[in-house]
């Protein structure tokens, strides 16, 4: 009787669900006549499944394939760490019976003194295994100790053993062999299939190296064969191990040793898996890389301030990013002074987004178009009752924005009257909504933005002094869109993008002399008036391609008296445009040479890029010394 071995195999038989039995005569058979047969030994139900779905015609259920599947190299099977047929009965129990449509067979272990073969082997048939192989195999062990296990009686004719109990019991019997003198003895126990094993599979990350190559490993499996097949021609012969890790070196040993069928163990769940892992891994760090250097490549065109979503890469807009990120972690208030369609709104929201309140609430208020007797309730809120029409308290823009940021756009228009009020918070940070006599303790940050002259405005008393030193103690000064020119065409090219983006349409393109009208004009809009105008164009133009008559009638009667034909010569690709009337020779040699670059130093394509001609291009570049 088992001891330990089959009082564990039979605890864990509590806590796995009972495959079907079937009897002698239901056991299906493995292999037919003349067809070439596949097995796969494996340690996972997926895998199992996966092989059934792939074509394989039975199933091992072995000790090194579950030990794999825990990301232990096959050989760990042949050490004494656990109780082996308690540890494949349960995962193989669990996952594989039941749930394949072709034979299973157990891979049984006699390397335990405490075993007892005819009990263990009617335990297998009690699950419903279909059949029994020794696994794991004196065979995978060197000559001394496999001599050792065969003084303590642990030795190979415990396998035969094995195999001839499961035989006697209906099981499908099947052995691992290496000489022809084990294949006979299996043979004689009466195993239906006979593998030759070469030994541990050579292939992936764990594999022991092989012994011998394909043509070595064919002439012993057909030497070993000839005789089976003497013994018992109805014997089926497989191949498994050693150096054949790949279907084509299975294909090239079964047919020069005119084997039956090939049994695949760490070739299907490790070696694949393995690789795929592998692969797999390389390919999401390969994205993420190109991910990152994608973002660089933006970064580099765009600016540093696409983060923001503000694009340039002007020297006034470089000064711009560097200011925001100095102050964006700061809690002091920033006042932001620009004129109208700079962009004011996009440099709160940027300090907002760089600061460690970019999670919390940003709440913006123009103070310009709220009218003045509702402002103070807009931005301290009301109680019930407050005044007439007050049917229900009101949270404030300050209460909304609490622990985040508040930006008070238009700060310039801010009646006198409220002036005191602002001051008083932002001295010590409590708001009282209008009709209540409770202060309430804020966490905000104030910004505030204008494109008046508030330091003139103190000055005339139309704004509190205070206030005004309270708010200017960090200063941001967004710049015209006439102080970067030079960001005109990406800004363009961008608009032009998310307009096509929010139409589904392909993005419209700008020719260099439009390029150029657009770098002449005065934009007193600044970059309101470039995006409404660039959209206009994209609605009005009939082809794919702006030109200059697309856009005089969106610039007035200044762009409709002025000769494009005499504008300076610009540069049109992806934000790379100067205006060389205003830079020196050294900059217009720089872009010149960047072009060049662009398209491998060929001079005409270079010249079709800068809307020159090559006459022009030719000279500028002796000129400028380039060769």
């Not at 009787?1 to 038989?13: I, L, P, Q, V, Y």
């Not at 030994?199 to 043509?215: K, R």
């Not at 402002?375 to 229900?392: H, I, N, Q, V, Y």
């Not at 622990?403 to 008070?408: C, E, H, I, S």
């Amino acid at each position: 009787m088992m001891k330990r071995s089959n009082d564990d195999g039979a605890a864990r038989e509590e806590a796995t669900a009972s495959a079907p039995k079937r009897s002698a005569q239901e056991r299906p058979t493995i292999g037919a006549a003349g067809r070439f047969a596949i097995g796969a030994a494996i340690g996972a139900g997926l895998v199992a499944r996966s092989a059934v779905r792939g074509g394989a015609d039975f199933i091992l259920a072995l000790s090194a394939g579950r030990v794999r599947v825990m990301g232990a190299p096959s050989v760990v099977s042949m050490l004494p760490i656990h109780q082996t047929n308690a540890f494949v009965a349960e995962f193989a129990r669990a996952e594989i019976l039941g749930r394949v449509d072709v034979p299973v067979l157990f891979g049984a272990s006699t390397l335990d003194p405490r075993t007892d073969i005819p009990e263990l082997v009617r335990q297998i048939a009690s699950w419903g295994f279909d059949g029994v192989i020794n696994f794991p195999s004196v065979i995978l062990l060197d000559g001394d100790r496999r001599a050792r296990m065969a003084r303590a009686g642990l030795g190979w004719q415990r396998e035969v053993e094995l195999i001839s109990a499961a035989k006697d019991a209906g099981l499908l019997a099947a052995a691992y062999v290496r000489t022809g003198q084990e294949a006979a003895d299996m043979v004689a126990a009466g195993s239906r299939l006979v593998c030759v094993n070469f030994g541990w599979t050579a292939g992936g990350f764990a594999g022991e190296p092989a012994t011998q190559d394909t043509a070595g490993a064919a002439a012993e499996a057909k030497a070993v064969f000839r005789q089976v097949r003497r013994l018992n021609p109805k014997t089926l012969c497989f191949v498994e191990g050693g150096p054949i890790v790949t279907p084509q070196a299975a294909a090239e040993v079964c047919q020069a040793g005119n084997a039956d069928g090939y049994i695949a163990s760490s070739t299907l769940d490790r070696i694949p898996l393995e690789t795929a892992v592998v692969d797999t891994a390389a390919a999401f760090k390969a994205v993420a890389g190109l991910t990152r250097k994608v973002e660089a490549l933006k970064t580099a065109m765009l600016g540093d301030g696409r983060r923001f979503g503000l694009y340039g890469r002007s020297a006034a807009m470089t000064q711009l990013v560097r200011m925001i990120e100095r102050l964006a972690d700061s809690d002091l208030t920033v006042l932001i002074r620009g004129a109208s369609g700079t962009g004011k709104e996009l440099v709160a929201q940027a300090l907002h987004r760089g600061s460690r309140r970019r999670d919390c609430p940003f709440v913006a208020v123009n103070c310009a178009a709220i009218p003045r007797d509702l402002m103070e309730s807009e931005l301290f809120g009301f109680e019930r009752g407050a005044f007439t029409g007050a049917s229900r308290a009101r949270v404030g823009r300050f209460e909304e924005a609490n622990n985040g940021t508040l930006f008070l756009d238009e700060i310039g228009d801010l009646d006198l009257s409220l002036q005191g009020k602002l001051l008083r918070v932002l001295e010590s940070g409590v708001i009282e909504r209008l009709g209540s006599n409770q202060a309430h303790q804020l966490n905000v940050r104030v910004l505030c933005a204008t494109h008046r002259d508030l330091r003139a405005m103190s000055a005339d008393g139309r704004f509190r002094e205070d206030l005004f030193f309270r708010l200017s103690q960090l200063e941001i000064r967004v710049p015209a869109l006439s102080e970067r020119i030079d960001d005109i065409p990406l800004l363009a090219q961008n608009f032009l993008a998310d307009f096509a983006t929010r139409h589904s349409a392909s993005p419209k393109v700008i020719d260099n002399i439009a390029y150029q009208l657009l770098i002449g004009h005065s934009w007193p809009g600044n970059v309101r008036e470039l995006r409404n105008v660039v959209q206009q164009a994209a609605i009005l133009t009939d082809g794919e391609v702006i030109g200059a008559a697309d856009l005089v009638p969106l610039l007035g009667e200044r762009a409709a008296a002025r000769d494009v034909t005499q504008l300076p010569i610009r540069v049109a690709n992806a934000g790379t445009i100067a205006d060389t009337s205003a830079v020196t020779a050294e900059t217009e040699r720089d872009w010149i040479l960047e072009a060049l670059r662009r398209n491998r130093f060929r001079r005409g394509a270079t010249a079709q890029e800068l809307g020159l001609s090559r006459k022009t291009l030719y000279n500028k570049l002796r000129q400028y010394g380039i060769e």
